[in-house]
């Protein structure tokens, strides 16, 4: 009873704070052109919110902690359907170009109130039609408060989604349990001499120094640091001898660690509904008008996009029939003619999985090359009059399925690849990297190490080419075809990885293409392959950012 009392003076006074902020808070850019408030509603709210719940048991507010997972009751984590969510702005400020504030309170199934934060959301907002939808901006309080905030571009009746997809303690054990496991997925390397003698040797991927049985890929700065491909070294084969990869039995590779791992912590409910991807009840109707009565909306001033990493603004964007209209700099539609200026003299090195191959068929199709789609390989490329346009896939490990050959450029690892490029008088080298959909079975380390020793062989490209542009993709989340990969390719993950490629390229003159809100928004299910029209829009926002004068 003390708790929820608590939470009810909490939000008693916030709401009365909020009106007085809300009342008198404004937009504008500072002279780097960074959106920023005269007023942050968000610190206010959160130096509120626990000032509020200052008083509580420090240990209960703890998320950080180890947890016991065994012990866990379910009927005290957050419930979808006992999550409440209030409406914090005033239904006469619901108005296009203007944002729209809401409180979430989470609430367990016994109906009390959650006194700790981390559960992980998505949160759409979108017209009926579907012709308008935007992601919601998420602050966690860490105390089971959220605030969640959305740009209205446009007018009409909207929807609300809040979908609960993992609760704090499933991300816990994501955290201790199986992102750590370095044998969380496996692959099966075949060693074969001519067309006599091989060997079969399961294969992983390791941090950590030499191990003498092992035939081990990529060590070093050339390659993952000290993270390394390692295989069983077979007998009667030589390491160099490594002619064929798969995963491990297949789905298995996938299906059985993940298994053992929830079967050993008994933890397989926590990733079904209702705990796994439920959607909260929304009663709130919201109506928006338009800020102007019979005209369009006057956008936020928009400045031109420039490399490094902005402050993540209220809200990246919003689809607008079809479209994808972006709040964090301007953009526009590319021709084939745009294309054709803003390439020509560069060669370009797409760099990574079958998602940014996606941007590679996209910008070849708009240049008249087309049936890309099919093509398979590990290496292949577009040439025109003045410019030419280079796809490399994933190094070692990159199959998550059936057996493909190893081809040379295969153990060349992407450090050497870039380090590789011609310092020739020219040196006009534009770069796209795009590694995470292979990644979600990696522990947090040897991701790193890899994404590590890629920043520094652009660095070392950077520091010998005058005229290198670089440009780095985000993740999304992505569908789950079967049960094991909602934790394998879990979303969290995903996500994280952004956080990661932020912090390593931190201070380094890259373009970070953030795609993740683009992605979860737009109306169709998630897919790690987008439909086209969404991957053209995230093309728009790729040439937008990198050639942002022309």
Excluded at 115 to 143: C, E, M, P, V, Y
Aim: hydrophobic content about 35%.
């Amino acid at each position: 009873m003390l708790r929820r009392f608590r939470f009810l003076v909490g939000i008693c006074v916030a709401l009365v704070v909020f009106v007085v902020i809300v009342h008198n808070m404004t937009l504008r850019y500072n002279k780097e052109g960074v959106l920023t408030r005269k007023h942050s509603l968000v610190t206010e709210l959160r130096t509120l919110i626990n000032n509020s719940t200052a008083k509580l048991n420090a240990k209960s507010l703890s998320s950080s902690a180890a947890t016991n997972f065994l012990d866990l009751q379910s009927r005290t984590l957050t419930s979808a359907k006992h999550t409440r969510i209030q409406l914090l702005t005033p239904r006469d400020k619901l108005l296009t170009g203007k944002y729209i504030s809401f409180l979430v309170k989470a609430f367990d199934s016994r109906n009390q109130p959650r006194n700790r934060g981390g559960d992980f959301w998505f949160a759409i907002l979108h017209d009926r039609q579907q012709h308008f939808s935007t992601s919601g901006r998420i602050t966690d309080f860490k105390n089971g408060t959220y605030l969640l905030q959305f740009y209205l571009g446009s007018a009409g009746d909207m929807v609300l989604n809040l979908n609960l997809v993992y609760t704090a303690e499933a991300l816990d054990w994501i955290r201790e349990i199986y992102r750590p496991d370095e044998n969380s997925f496996l692959w099966l390397g075949t060693y074969r001499r001519g067309r006599g003698k091989f060997a079969e040797s399961k294969c992983k991927v390791h941090r950590g120094g030499p191990i003498p049985s092992k035939c081990e890929y990529g060590r070093g700065p050339k390659g993952m640091g000290d993270t390394v491909f390692i295989c069983d070294k077979p007998s009667m084969l030589t390491c160099d001898e490594l002619t064929y990869m798969e995963s491990y039995e297949n789905m298995n590779a996938i299906i059985k660690p993940v298994d053992r791992l929830l079967s050993e912590y008994k933890f397989t409910a926590y990733f079904q509904r209702p705990f796994y991807q439920n959607n909260v009840p929304v009663f709130i109707k919201l109506n928006v008008r338009r800020s102007i009565p019979g005209k369009k909306t006057t956008k936020l001033s928009i400045r031109p996009c420039r490399p490094g990493f902005r402050p993540k603004p209220p809200s990246n964007g919003y689809w607008k029939n079809r479209k994808w209209k972006s709040l964090e700099c301007k953009t526009k539609t590319w021709s084939s003619s745009d294309l054709y200026r803003a390439l020509a003299g560069h060669e370009v090195h797409i760099i990574g999985d079958s998602t940014v191959k996606q941007w590679y068929e996209s910008i070849n199709n708009r240049l008249g090359r087309t049936g890309l789609r099919k093509r398979k390989g590990m290496y292949f490329n577009e040439s025109y009059t003045n410019f030419v346009i280079h796809f490399h896939n994933n190094r070692l490990p990159v199959c998550l399925g059936s057996k493909i050959p190893l081809q040379p450029e295969m153990k060349v690892f992407e450090p050497e690849l870039i380090d590789g490029l011609p310092s020739d008088s020219e040196c006009r080298y534009f770069i796209i990297l795009g590694h995470w959909a292979h990644y979600g079975a990696w522990t947090e380390a040897s991701y790193r190490d890899h994404m590590f020793y890629i920043k520094e062989a652009i660095v070392r490209l950077l520091n010998r080419c005058n005229d290198v542009k670089v440009a780095i993709r985000s993740s999304h989340p992505r569908d789950h075809k079967i049960f094991q990969t909602r934790v394998q390719s879990n979303h969290w993950v995903f996500w994280d990885m952004n956080r990661i490629l932020r912090e390593v390229y931190a201070d380094v003159p890259v373009h970070f293409i953030d795609v993740w809100d683009l992605a979860m928004s737009f109306p169709s299910p998630h897919d790690v392959h987008m439909p086209m029209p969404c991957v053209n829009e995230m093309v728009d926002l790729l040439m937008s950012n990198v050639f942002p004068t022309l």
